[in-house]
DNA sequence: ATGAAAGCGCTAACAA
DNA sequence: TTGTTAGCGCTTTCAT
């Protein structure tokens, strides 16, 4: 069916190290050999046997890359970062997405695992610290990204939420705004709840109330606008809001503008990310911008180097569009 | 680093045959062994080695799926139901993007066939009959989703787009809309050109006037948002716009809503494909609704099956919202 | 520059 | 029910 080394070596008329040499060390090869061989491959459609390549060499070239959600624009730049770099050092990836669930999540890492990874890259979900030592045991390096679970010796590479909500809120205090709303998912994970620390803290700081806290089951656009029929319905709009990412932050703008209410003249608005549809949304958004591939690249390094222990935390960008301004 | 059976079964005082056995046929085990056997495993943190596994068996328990966009919400659904079927079926998916490159196309085929994937799910983007041939030579069943290439003996599951493009036109029509726009991407893929030749051939039938085709460089939300400033500066809007899909309808809308033009009043928009974000746009959005799970569903079963040269061609189905109603 | 051969970890056929 | 063993396709060491 699939042709393998020994057909290709007879083919050629040389042995199976000489076609393995043509593969891996061609400039061992003499040229005249080198085009016989390759000219075998080619005839017959020879694809090398990845698992006998990495079960001989005990390792193979791939990495996994464990995201939470692949809906999410947020980590599918997370993603791409990570590939591209990969890429580039020679290695492929292996993409599983646990969908928030830890028994997927388990899943997914019994079976990246199995297929032999030489690295992890994972937004945690449920990953508890035996498993984590278990793989560091197998000589996987583990990175965390956007987020750090207690006591687990992996590295990470994170973003301050504190200080991207604290941005948040600086800037709508600045604006003159006083009377806000933050609208988050239930249940809160870690880095939603840290952009809410990190806002209430500015304004605590501030001298300011506690913004009133709307939760919503998803981190959706079909979320944003029920949090925002909410706050409609109290029927007495606060005159910012501040919401845990870009996606709810567009259904509330949305639904905002369907009733009539002027955004930013009534009530301003800040998302967090800077998705692509940031850009694009009926008010454009203003938001706090994650260096999210730099997140993938670095994860991918640290990764690859199988550093020991470091955690890289990168700044947040306040990024001012129409909403708030 | 890495235990093996080997380890294992010495642990358990058994040989590696009854572990193999323990791990593949548990019921041929006696019970009492079959507890040590798994004691053992346990106390290892043994993990099977996938690459022994697929050497031995000849082939891995995975299958491809290489689409050309995850950051399209279109592409992440039909994955998401090729995955759901796939692990149904016992097996793992090894995900791949294209992101529309040939190049990169070529590269992630190899990367799945030296993975020894049994199957293949694609969106082709460059694929020629040659690969293809090849793929199928080596006992790789291919299923096309989305589009089908000429000459290519694989089987395809798409959606009647010429049909969803009609369905599009004939609201329109219905609702007394008479003087069209068509929004597309440039270069314009088959699917995107079978819509726009669905409405045309509709708007042909009914005796219209073919609409204005207006081309924008991606199916992206900005691109909408630069296609309704082009027919902004016309100076003179149509009453109606058919959009390549949602992504670019949503934007269309709301460059539209921003500049005061009222949805539908003024210019009703339809989109393609109705994702996650359509009924949460500031205006929800009357689209084409493409069965996006059920597309990566069938495609995994017919790939599973290895079925030969069957064609399913699903039907859309329109979605009234209030863009166009 | 090339060939011969061992062995990676596993499964399955066969033996006991 | 359990043990023994050949061999999957490849890489690599050691000869030649």
Redesign the pocket.
């Known amino acids: ?9 007879r083919r050629a ?9 043509v ?3 061609p ?4 040229e ?3 085009v016989r061989v390759l000219a075998a491959i080619d005839e017959l459609g ?8 990495a ?4 390792s193979g070239r791939t990495l996994g890359v464990l995201v939470e959600d692949l809906a999410n624009p947020y980590f599918t730049d997370v993603a791409r970062g990570a590939e591209a770099a990969l890429n580039a050092g020679g290695f492929d990836v292996l993409w599983c997405t646990s969908d928030g669930s830890p028994e997927k999540e388990r899943r997914c890492l019994d079976f990246l695992e199995e297929q032999g990874v030489s690295g992890l890259i994972v937004t945690p979900v449920g990953l508890d610290a035996r498993r984590v030592a278990r793989l560091r045991a197998h000589g996987i390096p583990v990175v965390f990204v956007d987020r750090r679970i207690a006591g687990v010796n992996a590295c990470s590479v994170t973003v301050d939420h504190v200080a991207g909500g604290r941005l948040a809120a600086e800037h709508l205090t600045a604006l003159g705004r006083h009377d806000l709303a933050f609208v988050t998912a239930e249940p809160e994970t870690p880095p939603l709840r840290q952009r809410r620390a990190g806002a209430l803290r500015a304004l605590t700081q501030a001298g300011r109330t506690a913004p009133l806290t709307i939760a919503e089951p998803a981190l959706s656009p079909a979320a944003g606008r029920r949090a925002a029929q909410r706050l409609l319905d109290f029927g007495t709009l606060p005159d910012g809001i501040l919401c845990a990412n870009d996606l709810i932050a567009i259904g509330v703008v949305n639904e905002l503008v369907r009733a009539g209410v002027k955004v930013p003249q009534d009530v301003a608005v800040v998302g967090y990310d800077d998705i692509e549809l940031a850009a694009s949304a009926v008010v454009p958004l203003t938001t706090v911008r994650q260096p999210r591939r730099d997140l993938g690249r670095i994860a991918t390094e640290l990764a690859l180097a199988d550093a020991e222990g470091r955690h890289i935390v990168l700044a947040p960008e306040l990024v001012v569009r129409e909403s708030a301004s």
Chains 1, 2 share one sequence.
Request: net charge positive; proline share 0%; charged share 30%.
């Open positions: 069916m699939r042709a393998s080394i020994r057909e290709v070596a008329g040389v042995s199976v190290g000489t076609v393995s040499n593969l891996n060390r400039e061992q090869v003499a005249a050999t080198r020879f694809v090398r046997n990845e698992a006998a390549r079960l001989r060499k005990g």
